[in-house]
């Protein structure tokens, strides 16, 4: 059953006013917007919970995690179906992610219980060094505090309210206030039922987890600006994190903002590996484009592809590919209309060439693929633009320095590719070069789609990708994000953290 409030300190509470949620299909929900009142009694729940949650033990937590992980589990099919009648993406889809986000959160409990996360350091005293002696010195990593979350539009169940930043700042020792995003509440609503089920199992303050729904800003500022919030986890658009950014650090003490906020993700197709295998790497490329109506953040929305007869079979490639490409629904018809306005555009843009192009069609998106030179892409701050949907440029080069004139150009990426064969290797290290500054995940003949839950992996870049570059908001280092260091000097035993003691 959707309760269609917040959750606030174990407590379903209702807010000032309500709006409806807009489903893709079936039944909508009646969904109380929350206010600044009920964001400051969430922060002080969060606030109270704190200092007992922060010296829990790794061990409690990843208890937590995995019952938390078992509760999802139990609604599965409740949880998809909601999820599909809100977003309108395939179950099969849905089942995978569900699966993504449980898995996270069973690899966490088994990260944190090893104990490498906490970098536990010990300097024992030195009495009698000459000429200064030295006390005892203790240092390990430490949970923040109280961190806001927003949902993500495109991963309801990965990106959103238990997975991503929430489980990572769970893991931390961190309470944790969600923003549900608009575009799938009741999806919130059940995803925070099982979470809610799993503190109480465990035994844990509430107050380590709040759910506030709002169809508003007003509340998103009022979260990211209070007090007792220490940092802030986003995945959403640049223009949204950026204004959320700013308040940040604007703040009187300014706090960390997580923020992931799209991407080019560049596709660098060298010359031997187009001549041996354009028609292959097209086909892929169009796959990846295309998955989840581009709406992943590692969509590849920009290739840069030699001139020549290769790259002209290339292009023939991708159009006899697209031509068996259906329009499908967007997950809402706000995103659907800012695609089609997008490539309205793009259009105007000088030098631009369609390659392939569909016409608007209300919710729904279908490719557009365009392309242009190496120069005048060079010139255009436009086209470095992320448009959220199946859209794409090519950009034809005509030399090795015009490839990497674009790599030097480019800014901040969550990935970038280089297909390659051995003889492309100079030209590809040049590339490597360049691209390490650029983005936080270099592939080599792949297509970035697919984010694989690792500790190796990262998520994240150079601004506007990301707003920091030194972390992932994917994988089991991005617990890090809610911790700090703490050194501890000739702290009596009993009054250290107990992953600290002798």
Not at 16 to 25: A, G, L, Y
Not at 144 to 170: C, H, K, Q, R
Not at 442 to 471: D, Q
Request: with cysteine; hydrophobic share 40%; glycine share 8%.
């Amino acid at each position: 059953m959707i309760k269609g409030k917040h959750l606030i300190d174990g407590t379903w509470v209702d807010g000032p006013s309500t709006f409806q949620s807009t489903p893709v299909q079936g039944t909508s929900h009646i969904i109380h917007n929350a206010s600044s009142n009920l964001v400051g009694e969430a922060a002080q729940a969060a606030h109270n919970a704190y200092q007992n949650y922060a010296f829990t033990s790794s061990s409690s937590r990843a208890q937590l995690l995995r019952s938390i992980a078992s509760e999802i589990n139990k609604r599965g099919q409740e949880i998809s179906t909601i999820c599909e009648q809100e977003t309108g993406l395939p179950q099969a889809r849905l089942i995978g992610e569900r699966g993504r986000t449980t898995n996270q959160l069973e690899q966490f409990a088994t990260y944190i219980e090893k104990g490498d996360y906490l970098q536990r350091s010990v300097d024992q005293a030195l009495p009698e060094r000459d000429p200064i002696p030295r006390p005892e010195l203790r240092k390990m990593m430490r949970p923040f505090g109280p961190v806001a979350i927003f949902g993500a539009s495109n991963f309801p169940l990965a990106f959103s309210t238990a997975g991503g930043d929430t489980a990572a700042a769970l893991a931390a020792g961190c309470p944790v206030i969600v923003k549900g995003h608009p575009a799938h509440p009741a999806t919130s609503d059940l995803i925070s039922q099982a979470i809610l089920s799993a503190i109480i199992k465990c035994d844990m303050d509430p107050g380590i987890f709040s759910l506030v729904q709002d169809s508003g800003v007003k509340v998103a500022q009022a979260l990211v600006t209070h007090p007792h919030i220490t940092a802030v986890g986003f995945t959403g658009s640049l223009q949204g994190g950026k204004t959320l950014f700013d308040l940040c650090n604007q703040r009187p003490v300014p706090i960390p903002f997580y923020g992931e906020m799209g991407s080019l993700n560049p596709v660098f197709v060298l010359p031997e590996s187009l001549d041996k295998s354009a028609a292959k790497i097209a086909k892929g490329w169009v796959e990846s484009l295309n998955l989840g109506v581009g709406q992943f953040c590692t969509k590849p929305g920009l290739l840069i592809l030699p001139e020549g007869n290769k790259g002209d079979e290339f292009i023939s490639t991708v159009q006899q590919q697209l031509e068996d490409v259906s329009a499908n629904l967007m997950l809402t018809s706000g995103i659907a209309e800012s695609y089609w306005h997008d490539v309205e555009k793009i259009q105007t843009v000088p030098g631009i060439k369609a390659i392939f192009q569909s016409k608007a069609q209300a919710a729904s998106a279908s490719p557009n693929v365009f392309s242009t030179t190496a120069a005048q892409w060079l010139q255009s701050d436009i086209l470095q633009e992320e448009i959220f949907g199946p859209y794409a440029i090519i950009v034809r080069t005509t030399d090795q320095e015009e490839m990497l004139a674009i790599a030097n150009h480019l800014q901040g990426q969550l990935t970038a590719t280089i297909f390659l064969e051995d003889t492309d290797h100079e030209t590809a290290l040049k590339l490597l070069q360049v691209l390490e500054q650029k983005a936080g995940r270099i592939l080599a003949n792949g297509y970035p789609t697919g984010v694989e839950v690792a500790e190796s992996m990262v998520h994240g870049g150079p601004y506007p990708a990301s707003t920091f570059m030194a972390t992932t908001s994917v994988g089991s280092t991005a617990i890090q994000r809610f911790l700090k260091p703490v050194c501890y000097q000739n702290i009596p035993q009993s009054l250290l953290p107990q992953e600290l003691q002798d």
